[in-house]
């Protein structure tokens, strides 16, 4: 997976994807979700790195089945949470 972390003015934005996603955009109807290699592309980690990063993240922008699985099993989100576009599972988090 790849993470990379963003500072905001109040909040730390990770943004982790499965790696074959990175650099590919998916369109399903009126939505479009852009991987971007600037925005996603940082460190290549593991499961307990991208763990260790979820909990300093005040946001979470997370895009493919792997890397939206852990979140789900670390209790950050549910399965109504994710969407799907164009068959790639995409969940946004905001911890309060």
């Keep these: 997976m790849f993470i990379k972390m963003h500072r905001g003015e109040d909040d730390l934005i990770l943004a982790a ?7 590919m955009t ?8 852009d991987v971007s290699e600037i925005f996603y592309k940082g460190e290549s980690v593991g499961k307990d790195v991208l763990i260790e990063r979820m909990k300093s993240a005040t946001i979470m ?3 493919g089945a792997e ?7 670390q ?16 969940l946004q988090v905001v911890i309060m």
């Design 17 to 23: 994807c499965d790696e074959k996603l990175v650099g």
């Design 67 to 73: 890397t939206v699985a852990v979140a789900i099993e």
């Design 26 to 33: 998916f369109r399903s109807g009126r939505s479009r979700l």
């Design 75 to 90: 209790g950050y989100a549910t399965e109504d949470s994710v969407i799907e576009i164009d068959g790639v599972r995409h």
């Design 61 to 63: 922008n997370l895009v």
